[in-house]
């Protein structure tokens, strides 16, 4: 039998094993105990009757007595399996061994949550884990916290394994979501003095995107000092919001303050709470909060990324084509717009999120998910037409990649004409309907890519300038008139988005001439105030376009502008009559 572990000597394990030598027949027997370790030692009988189990009754000699032949049978079996089992040398892990029992405790307790009558604030940031099909046999569910849509507060073992949550969307709507272990977050948490707790990755999509950037939303508010509050989280009594005091682990209250190095910095903290500002969906099922933000920071901002959309010199750009600052933002959100490049009314709610007191709010959250923007759709509409639901309807698709790969087109020559076929099908442009002719962007790359206004229009609604670049400066922009076989009659310049100039036409003819194109077969419509003279105000030395030479541009512009007669007069063909492009030259004046 053994001893208490208290009994142990350094050096032998936990427990020494001894040998009694005389049991006590009475409890008044004051015998000593004597151990046989090589010495004699002396043991309090009632210390040893409180740890050692009674011993059997003995035995006659013969029960006990084992055979030669069977302890000779006993050791080659015990041979035998010593031999298949394979012998391994490795030191087991303490942590490991631990690992699947603790990871199978739901932690954190969430009491908070249960036992609020008012659960509006934590509703958002609350998610239940539910263990991957690989890991239900490990773990248990867990629980944990939102605090911005991608990072899931939870604890250590629950960090360590793979889940999936039902994962509210702006329009609130559910969708199942999958949360994984979060690396980078588990390594930096555990250098900062506290293992006990640990981070999962959502994976979900982002709130959207804005200026090219991924906008993510903080569910919640982590407290950077501890307290006494006996919840893990609560509304706070002032304003409503989600707080997190601190983390329940095995009983123990673990604070979060030292994560404040380790989170990233757009996570929200309790000196936030009455300065940030709050948003929700439309059903009111999601809330979510941001640091404030000031007019002159989003001015700033938005200066910086007119430069995105700035082209080199010689190209025209959504916006130069814009004279006011109102006007240029307005053609920047079109282009980066969350909701799918709607095209109206911009200008005008700029005007309504510029006003004062201002906000605090980034203009798309302020338009889409405050109730300040979302009470200029309904009490006052800047013009009949700006309510949300026209918003909604009246959006430009913006071909991707592989979507502009079906609308490139090459120009080749056919005896005396020009055609153009489309560079991935071979196929030739069918002719021009209607007085609707294709659109056409003429990018940096020197690409060329068209669509008809309708082109797809089910897919895609009514194509833009903007469709076919994305809203980034080209070369030029205008239409291309196709005749016969696809034959081009015609190209102008007109594009209420780029407001072409007179080097986009230079571009495009002097692209044709370095590709020995015949350009005296196809009609250049310009507009009447361009003149000869403003080819040689223009820095043509300044181009720096590959494929393009400043000397020859010029040579270009002075071409096109003089030796190539406009068509304004009376045609065969009604859509290239002076009429029609005398009022395409006054919708284009009009317009700007």
């Known amino acids: 039998d053994e001893l208490p572990a208290s009994s142990a000597r350094p050096g032998r394990s936990i427990y020494d094993r001894t040998v009694l030598t005389k ?40 029960m006990t007595a084992t055979p030669p032949r069977l302890l000779l049978a006993l050791a080659a079996g015990s041979l035998i399996l010593f031999i298949k089992k394979p012998i391994s040398f490795e030191v087991e892990d303490v942590e490991d061994r631990t690992h699947h029992a603790s990871a199978r405790t739901p932690l954190p307790s969430l009491r908070a949550i249960s036992g609020t009558s008012d659960r509006t604030c934590l509703r958002s940031m609350h998610v239940s884990l539910r263990p991957a099909a690989g890991d239900r046999r490990n773990v248990d569910k867990c629980e944990g916290y939102l605090i911005r849509d991608d990072i899931i507060l939870t604890t250590r073992p629950c960090s360590r394994h793979r889940f999936s ?17 979060h690396p980078e977050l588990n390594h930096a948490a555990h250098q900062s003095m506290d293992d006990r707790i640990g981070f999962l990755s959502a994976h979900v999509p982002h709130h959207y995107q804005f200026l090219s950037q991924p906008v993510r939303r903080a569910r919640a508010f982590l407290s950077s000092v501890g307290t006494n509050s006996p919840s893990e989280v609560e509304c706070d009594e002032t304003t409503g919001k989600p707080l997190i005091h601190h983390i329940e682990v095995g009983g123990q209250r673990v604070h979060l303050g030292h994560l404040r190095s380790v989170l990233p910095g757009d996570v ?43 082209g080199p010199y010689g190209s025209i750009n959504i916006v130069e084509a814009r004279k006011t600052f109102e ?7 079109e282009a980066e717009d969350p909701k799918g490049h709607r095209r109206n009314c911009y200008k005008y709610y ?66 005396e004409k020009l055609v153009a076929r489309f560079e991935s099908s071979g196929h030739l442009l069918r002719p021009t309907a209607n007085c609707e002719p294709y659109l056409y962007i003429f990018d940096l790359q020197r690409n060329l890519y068209v669509a008809d206004e309708y082109f797809n229009d089910g897919k895609y609604g009514k194509i833009k300038h903007t469709a076919l670049s ?70 043509w030395r300044k181009v720096d376009i590959e494929g393009f030479d400043g000397k020859l541009l010029n040579e270009s512009c002075n071409e096109v502008t003089t030796k190539i007669t406009w068509p304004v007069v009376e045609n065969s063909d009604h859509c290239l009559t002076g009429n029609w492009i005398n009022r395409i030259d006054r919708h284009h004046q009009s317009r700007f």
């Open 268 to 310: 929200l903290w309790d000196q936030d709470l009455k300065t940030a500002v709050e948003f929700s969906n439309r059903s009111d099922k999601l809330r979510w909060y941001a640091r404030p933000t000031t007019r002159s920071n989003e001015t700033e901002t938005m200066k910086r990324f007119f430069e995105k959309y700035s």
């Open 470 to 539: 994305s809203g980034r400066p080209v070369l030029a922009a205008g239409s291309i008139f196709v005749g016969d076989n696809g034959s081009i009659q015609a190209i102008n310049f007109n594009s209420g988005h780029y407001r072409s100039s007179i080097p986009a036409a230079a571009f495009m003819h002097r692209w044709m001439e370095n590709q020995g194109l015949n350009t005296t077969a196809v009609r250049w419509m310009g507009y009447h105030k361009w003149k000869s003279t403003d080819c040689n105000k223009l820095k």
């Open 165 to 181: 949550f039902d994962f509210v969307t702006a329009d609130g709507s559910e969708e199942q979501a999958e949360a994984t272990p």
């Open 327 to 333: 006007l240029k933002s307005a053609a920047i959100a």
């Open 23 to 62: 049991v006590m027949a009475e409890e008044h027997d004051p015998w000593p105990l004597r151990c046989l370790h090589g010495h004699n030692r002396e043991v309090d009988p009632n210390q040893a009757r409180r740890h050692l189990e009674p011993l059997p009754p003995r035995r006659p000699a013969w």
């Open 350 to 415: 700029f005007d309504y999120w510029h006003e004062k007191p201002f906000s605090g709010m980034t203009y798309f959250d302020w338009l889409d998910y405050s109730d300040q923007g979302r009470s200029k759709y309904i009490h006052k509409k800047p013009r009949a037409k700006c309510s949300e639901k026209f918003m909604a309807e009246a959006k430009v698709h913006f071909f991707s990649d592989e979507e502009k790969k079906d609308v490139a087109i090459r120009i080749e020559p056919s005896g």
